[in-house]
């Protein structure tokens, strides 16, 4: 896979790369977030099935390259300040946390991707029976496998997960997260 952002492809902040019979898609989260993406997805594979397989109904909410916009899909929600309730007491994380130590940057060209495949239906099952989101699951998972991995691990571990604030900010169509 390319590394995004970076002269060897050219600057791109998207990757399509296909391997086998995989089709693997990279975005950089400064392009968009990953409802963002999905429209952009969608019709990637509706064109590859549509030219492997012949001409197909057009599934529900798939966009042709020539189709318009959607209302405020290029709006950024972010040009204008919200409302909150200033009285609430959040919560102060440190971002003072423990680093995997192969994360660590050798030099300019050190490029890390990690890959996780988990049988979706068993993953789905184990996140009803706990009240987890997937995200939350995977991130407690993989916090207990560093703290196996790593057990002299002297400082908190920290998952930086993004959030989908799409509808609280009225903004169901934003490509920003």
């Known amino acids: ?4 952002g ?3 492809c050219g600057y791109h902040l998207i990757d399509i790369t296909y391997y086998e019979y995989s089709i693997y898609i990279s975005f950089h989260h400064a392009l968009c977030d ?3 993406i999905m429209p952009f997805v969608e019709t990637l ?25 959607l209302p405020g899909e290029t709006a950024d929600p972010f040009l204008q300040q919200y409302d ?15 680093a995997i130590p192969e994360n ?13 495949r988990l049988p979706s239906v068993q993953y789905l099952s184990v996140c009803k ?8 699951l995977l991130a407690l998972l993989m916090s207990r496998a560093i703290t196996e991995l790593y ?3 002297d400082k908190p571990i920290n998952a930086n997960i993004a959030a989908d604030m799409w509808d609280a900010l009225d903004a169901q169509n934003t490509f920003k997260n």
């Open 129 to 136: 029976k706990n009240n987890a989101t997937p995200v939350i």
């Open 1 to 4: 896979m390319a590394r995004l």
């Open 104 to 116: 660590a940057a050798v030099d300019e060209r050190t490029n890390y991707r990690y890959e996780v």
């Open 6 to 8: 970076h002269i060897s």
């Open 45 to 69: 594979i509706y064109y590859y099935c549509d030219l492997k397989y012949g001409k197909k109904t057009l599934p529900e909410g798939v966009r042709l390259a020539g189709s318009p916009l």
């Open 151 to 153: 057990p002299e691990y």
């Open 34 to 36: 990953g409802r963002g």
């Open 84 to 98: 909150f309730d200033q009285n609430k007491e959040f919560i102060n994380l440190s971002r003072d946390a423990f």
